[in-house]
């Protein structure tokens, strides 16, 4: 088979291929290109979140945390309640590794208490002949792990008849570094617990009220708008205070949880309904509607997992808002209440300008407030760029 030119009129040999044709040819692909064709969404997701490095280190860093509230009665060298009366507001104290030019491993030195008659304040000063070296995997104050099991080993713990305040003591001889440790399961829970109410509102109201429409759709917005239009502070404080001061500490936290959740869902709950009121619309709905599915399996096996991945970003961001929200109605004092311990709770003994100045290590646990504060913005941020198709 030959074809001319128009410009010269020189014939082209032109060749078919005697070979048999191969459907799949268009479809080999190198070895890299195979791997993201045939991955799924969330693996996808997993390799763009990757590249977002202060993400992943937000990442870890959290999960670090959870761990450790996971076992915080072995990392704390105290007891939650343990008092030193002889170490009121003791500052926190140096850690050395070297005594008169000679290793000697983690140790701190003794201290002497005086009184200072004219400001009446304990003053601490250490006695470099009495050396007190950390002690690790050792047997400390009695506990029962998670309320279930009875020991006493620690992961690190003062010397005999010695004692370690790493970040000082309070007003009561209490380790602060102890008592964050504790407070840090209280404060951390509350929040995955709140954004887990949070979410189940949010998606069932607001994927209702997209896909129904009409006046379940009219009132629910109307509340969204009430709801969102009185400041949150106020109605946490109105919220907290209706709960009897007679409720053991168990049924506070649980409020206090489920107060956080009840007011969070308002943002979620548009997120959803604006996703589903253009998903609705598509296609493969219809075909769902046409073989009898109904409105909760369209909802929960067709419409949501579409925008799943948004979701877990938005909640992500949410978190840290619960978070703060405890902290700041404990710290009112209408929150969580001793003997229940929270960063919040931490943060109520510096309430007062002249405790601040005297006694600054009781700022302490504002530093874990802020760090996983910073590290949940992170994450959603990163999980929200992972998230987009459009990125």
């Known amino acids: 088979m030959t074809v001319s030119l128009p410009e010269s009129g020189a014939p082209l040999a032109h060749y078919v291929s005697p070979a048999p044709f191969d459907p799949h040819a268009v479809d080999v692909m190198t070895e890299k290109q195979s791997q993201v064709y045939q991955a799924s969404q969330l693996r996808l997701m997993w390799w763009k979140f990757k590249k977002h490095r202060i993400a992943l280190f937000s990442l870890y860093f959290l999960a670090l945390f959870y761990a450790i509230i996971a076992i915080v009665e072995f990392l704390a060298p105290y007891n939650l309640h343990t008092r030193n009366v002889d170490y009121i507001h003791s500052p926190p104290q140096r850690v050395h590794f070297f005594h008169e030019g000679s290793f000697v491993g983690p140790f701190v030195y003794g201290r002497t208490m005086t009184l200072d008659m004219n400001t009446l304040r304990r003053v601490y000063t250490d006695n470099t002949e009495k050396v007190e070296p950390i002690r690790f995997f050792c047997r400390g104050d009695a506990y029962r792990f998670w309320g279930l099991v009875e020991s006493n080993v620690r992961l690190f713990c003062p010397a005999k008849d010695g004692q370690l305040f790493l970040l000082g003591s309070d007003r009561l001889g209490r380790d602060v570094l102890s008592r964050i440790l504790y407070g840090a399961r209280i404060s951390l829970t509350i929040g995955l617990l709140g954004i887990t109410m949070s979410f189940v509102l949010g998606i069932t109201i607001g994927g209702l009220a997209g896909y129904k429409g009409g006046v379940f759709d009219l009132i629910v917005q109307r509340i969204i708008e009430v709801l969102q239009s009185i400041p949150s502070i106020p109605l946490w404080m109105a919220l907290a205070a209706i709960m009897p001061v007679t409720w053991s500490p168990i049924f506070i936290y649980l409020g206090i949880t489920a107060i956080l959740g009840l007011i969070d869902w308002t943002g979620l709950a548009r997120a959803v309904r604006s996703k589903?009121?253009?998903?609705?619309?598509?296609?493969?709905?219809?075909?769902?509607?046409?073989?009898?599915?109904?409105?909760?399996?369209?909802?929960?096996?067709h419409l949501v997992p579409g925008f799943m991945s948004h979701l877990i970003a938005t909640a992500t961001m949410s978190i840290p808002g619960m978070i703060l929200g405890e902290t700041a109605l404990s710290f009112l004092g209408l929150g969580l209440r001793p003997p229940i311990t929270?960063?919040?709770?931490?943060?109520?003994?510096?309430r007062s300008v002249s405790v601040i100045a005297f006694y600054p290590w009781l700022l302490f646990p504002t530093i874990p407030v802020i760090l996983v504060i910073l590290a949940f913005n992170f994450l959603g941020d990163g999980l929200r760029d992972a998230a987009d198709p459009y990125k």
């Open 342 to 350: 929270s960063w919040g709770i931490l943060l109520t003994e510096a």
């Open 276 to 301: 589903l009121l253009a998903l609705r619309e598509e296609d493969y709905v219809l075909a769902a509607q046409l073989m009898g599915a109904g409105t909760s399996r369209i909802i929960g096996r």
